[in-house]
């Protein structure tokens, strides 16, 4: 699956975030392309992702909880440097 990977509005990658999260739920993506999707979103947007140590309330308030829960894990080991 092709996902854009340099969004250029908060919205515009929380729906990003919500189509990857759905296709690692149907299975069409693996936790390592979901893991590095997610990472390269943080590593390049961390303004946009970043709420302080949070998801931004935006990008929480449009992927609902259980895809937030999804994202958190796949940051466990993301290494987030303001």
Do not use: Q
């Not at 729906?15 to 999707?37: F, G, P, Q, T, V």
């Not at 946009?48 to 929480?60: E, S, V």
């Amino acid at each position: 699956m092709d996902f854009l990977l340099y969004p250029t509005t908060v919205k515009m990658l929380a729906a990003e975030l919500i189509i990857a999260c759905d296709a690692y739920i149907s299975r069409k993506i693996s936790d390592n392309a979901l893991k590095e999707l997610i990472w390269h979103y943080a590593k390049h947007y961390p303004k946009m992702l970043f709420k302080a140590r949070d998801l931004n309330p935006t990008i929480l308030n449009r992927i609902g909880k259980k895809r937030a829960l999804l994202v958190n894990k796949m940051l466990e080991d993301y290494k987030y440097i303001h």
